[in-house]
């Protein structure tokens, strides 16, 4: 596993966090909130991070089981990325189990295979 996130990778979370805290829809929130999840993921900091705002916005919205769901995840996610555990795909809700796989979405893939660039 690296050490660091790769540039575009950065890129990619960074914007997904973005379009999270830019919206007013909040659909849209969760779903770049699980996007920027599912880039995390390798990266315990960053995993952690992308647990920290869906807490943030699970408060907001008064889910106290996605709220509580998420205080899970924050203790460990960031170790089970460090151990290579993080299971691909997973969007971070606690509407899918912790250890789920699922599909990375294409777009997603491109990037963390490295077959594509981010642009800012």
Same mark, same amino acid.
């Given at each position: 596993?690296?050490?660091?996130?790769?540039?575009?990778?950065?890129?990619?979370?960074?914007?997904?966090?973005?379009?999270?805290?830019?919206?007013?829809?909040?659909?849209?929130?969760?779903?770049?909130?699980?996007?920027? &999840?599912?880039?995390?993921?390798?990266?315990?900091?960053? &995993?952690?991070?992308? &647990?920290? &705002?869906?807490?943030?916005?699970?408060?907001?919205?008064?889910?106290?089981?996605?709220?509580?769901?998420?205080?899970?995840?924050?203790?460990?996610?960031?170790?089970?990325?460090?151990?290579?555990?993080?299971?691909?795909?997973?969007?971070?809700?606690?509407?899918?189990?912790?250890?789920?796989?699922?599909?990375?979405?294409?777009?997603?893939?491109?990037?963390?295979?490295?077959?594509?660039?981010?642009?800012?």
């Amino acid at each position: 596993m690296a050490t660091s996130m790769p540039p575009a990778v950065r890129a990619a979370f960074e914007a997904e966090l973005a379009a999270a805290r830019a919206s007013t829809d909040l659909d849209a929130m969760w779903t770049a909130l699980e996007r920027a &999840h599912v880039l995390s993921q390798p990266w315990a900091w960053a &995993h952690t991070r992308a &647990h920290w &705002h869906m807490l943030v916005l699970a408060v907001r919205c008064r889910d106290r089981a996605e709220a509580f769901g998420q205080v899970v995840r924050l203790v460990v996610g960031g170790p089970g990325s460090l151990m290579g555990r993080a299971p691909a795909g997973n969007t971070g809700r606690t509407s899918v189990g912790l250890m789920t796989v699922m599909p990375v979405p294409d777009d997603l893939a491109a990037i963390l295979d490295g077959r594509t660039e981010v642009t800012t």
